[in-house]
């Protein structure tokens, strides 16, 4: 029932208040400071749009009956000599971000993004980030406080994404749904450094480009969740039309070249000892060739790819619980899943790094023989990029992975060489 659906995906997000673990300030460079505020998209613009699913099993849910709710969280005070007038500062600032991340659930769900965007403009201006005391003060202390704020954002966006989204999979989750989040996710972090530059006159520069750190890996996470429906629409429209041509140029690749190009980069990436299935190049002629319908190239996906590559292949490294009392080191971003670098820093991220390297040469090599079809080939790639990562971040434990969105594929490495036999590998 819808009630019961909606008591369930409240509860997800009905948890106990979470001290935040102390993050010391980093010192990282200015932020961009060129980025407009751009217009936000609206929902009128994609037609009548069904609201989002409260779980799988509830297509019809609505805004009404999902009651979004915004994580809880205080700020660790711990250890610091406070006065009274600045514990009732940051008692303050808690009420207060809360309220701004709570309007922000509701507005999303309520598919009202220029509101999301008015707020966050309200929030950060000089006149009221003023009258917080540690912005102006904390960071003598290494930021103890103000810090802190960057992680709350963790939290609040991965709870954002997952109700958002809580299945990619969903059969029936709304494409032009999934539109306006792919365009909202791009929109976000323009209007998260153009409210920030607000009051640059208080806020350091290097705290600044922390808290838009974790701001891009949202919007990296929200937009690759939101391809997965969308991308995976369209392709099970484009696929039946186009297969049969985009299975002629499959056959034209050239095996010692792309074999060439990925020994060249396993020298240079020599601690990534992921490999990319054998079967891999044969598998995806035979989807093409049989014009295979997106429930087969998503069977595929899972048994080859995420089951052995990602699901079963060792114990993620590097993870950070929300609620971790330990602190984290003055170059960690408390992206959920970043330790070190890169995206939870298991065998799962090596193997995306690979792949997306591997699916580079191949698009690299049928713009050289002049296919018609590199439009489908990236969006088809994209999908499974989308799909791998989604993944890894689950088998992490959280939903905003660091790693930024793939750039457009295609003119990386050598020059290939001339020849066919893609079929086989």
């Given at each position: 029932?819808?009630?019961?659906?909606?008591?369930s995906?409240?509860?997800?997000?009905s948890e106990?208040?979470t001290?935040?673990?102390?993050?010391?300030?980093?010192?990282?460079?200015?932020p961009?400071?060129?980025?407009s505020?751009?217009?936000?998209?609206?929902?009128?613009s994609?037609?009548?749009i069904?609201p989002?699913?409260s779980?799988?099993?509830?297509?019809s849910?609505?805004v009404?009956?999902?009651l979004?709710?915004?994580?809880?969280f205080?700020?660790?005070?711990?250890?610091?000599?406070?006065?009274?007038?600045?514990?009732?500062?940051?008692?303050?600032?808690?009420t207060?971000?809360?309220?701004?991340h709570?309007?922000?659930?509701e507005?999303l769900?309520?598919?009202?993004?220029?509101?999301?965007?008015?707020?966050?403009?309200?929030f950060w201006?000089?006149e009221?980030?003023?009258?917080?005391?540690?912005?102006?003060?904390?960071?003598?202390?290494?930021?103890l406080?103000?810090?802190?704020?960057?992680?709350?954002?963790s939290?609040?966006?991965?709870?954002?994404?997952?109700?958002?989204?809580?299945?990619?999979?969903?059969?029936?989750?709304n494409?032009k749904?999934?539109?306006m989040?792919v365009?909202f996710?791009?929109?976000?972090?323009?209007?998260?450094?153009t409210?920030l530059?607000q009051?640059?006159?208080?806020?350091?520069?290097?705290?600044?480009e922390l808290?838009?750190?974790?701001?891009?890996?949202?919007?990296?996470s929200l937009?690759r969740r939101?391809?997965?429906?969308?991308?995976?629409?369209?392709?099970?429209e484009?696929?039946?039309?186009?297969?049969?041509?985009?299975?002629?140029?499959w056959?034209?690749?050239?095996?010692?070249?792309?074999n060439?190009?990925?020994?060249?980069?396993?020298?240079s990436?020599?601690?990534?000892?992921t490999?990319?299935?054998?079967?891999?190049?044969?598998?995806i002629?035979?989807?093409l060739?049989?014009?295979?319908?997106?429930?087969?190239?998503t069977?595929?996906?899972?048994?080859?790819l995420?089951?052995?590559k990602?699901?079963?292949?060792?114990?993620?490294?590097g993870?950070?619980?929300?609620?971790?009392?330990r602190?984290?080191?003055?170059?960690?971003?408390?992206?959920l899943?970043?330790?070190g670098?890169?995206?939870?820093?298991?065998?799962?991220?090596?193997?995306?790094?690979?792949?997306?390297?591997?699916?580079?040469?191949?698009?690299?090599y049928?713009?050289?023989?002049?296919?018609?079809?590199?439009?489908q080939?990236?969006?088809?790639?994209?999908?499974i990029?989308?799909?791998?990562?989604?993944y890894?971040?689950?088998?992490?434990g959280?939903?905003?992975?660091?790693?930024?969105?793939?750039s457009?594929r295609?003119?990386?490495?050598n020059?290939?060489?001339?020849?066919?036999n893609?079929?086989?590998n």
């Amino acid at each position: 029932s819808s009630s019961s659906s909606s008591s369930s995906t409240s509860s997800s997000l009905s948890e106990e208040k979470t001290l935040i673990p102390k993050l010391p300030l980093s010192g990282i460079s200015n932020p961009d400071s060129h980025i407009s505020s751009g217009t936000p998209p609206s929902a009128s613009s994609y037609g009548k749009i069904t609201p989002f699913c409260s779980s799988p099993h509830s297509p019809s849910s609505t805004v009404s009956n999902i009651l979004p709710r915004c994580p809880e969280f205080l700020i660790n005070t711990e250890g610091l000599a406070l006065s009274a007038p600045q514990k009732k500062s940051i008692s303050d600032f808690n009420t207060m971000y809360h309220a701004l991340h709570q309007s922000t659930f509701e507005n999303l769900m309520g598919l009202n993004l220029a509101a999301i965007r008015d707020a966050m403009f309200s929030f950060w201006t000089v006149e009221n980030i003023k009258n917080f005391w540690f912005f102006i003060e904390d960071p003598n202390n290494n930021g103890l406080v103000t810090n802190q704020i960057v992680q709350i954002d963790s939290l609040v966006y991965r709870a954002l994404i997952d109700i958002a989204i809580p299945n990619p999979f969903h059969p029936n989750f709304n494409v032009k749904l999934a539109s306006m989040l792919v365009e909202f996710s791009s929109s976000y972090s323009s209007w998260m450094n153009t409210a920030l530059n607000q009051c640059n006159s208080i806020l350091l520069p290097s705290w600044c480009e922390l808290k838009m750190k974790t701001c891009h890996s949202f919007c990296d996470s929200l937009s690759r969740r939101s391809l997965i429906p969308h991308h995976g629409s369209k392709l099970s429209e484009i696929l039946p039309q186009f297969s049969e041509f985009m299975f002629h140029d499959w056959m034209k690749l050239n095996i010692g070249f792309l074999n060439n190009q990925m020994d060249s980069w396993s020298k240079s990436n020599a601690s990534n000892t992921t490999t990319i299935p054998p079967t891999l190049l044969k598998d995806i002629a035979t989807l093409l060739r049989d014009n295979s319908p997106i429930s087969a190239w998503t069977e595929w996906v899972h048994s080859t790819l995420i089951t052995p590559k990602i699901l079963n292949a060792g114990e993620p490294t590097g993870v950070i619980s929300p609620r971790s009392p330990r602190p984290l080191s003055p170059n960690t971003t408390f992206l959920l899943g970043e330790a070190g670098g890169s995206a939870g820093g298991g065998i799962g991220d090596a193997f995306i790094k690979r792949w997306e390297y591997y699916v580079g040469q191949i698009v690299n090599y049928l713009s050289y023989v002049h296919s018609a079809y590199i439009g489908q080939y990236n969006m088809l790639f994209t999908w499974i990029d989308c799909i791998l990562h989604y993944y890894v971040q689950k088998k992490n434990g959280n939903s905003a992975g660091p790693s930024p969105m793939p750039s457009p594929r295609g003119g990386v490495g050598n020059a290939p060489g001339s020849g066919g036999n893609g079929g086989g590998n």
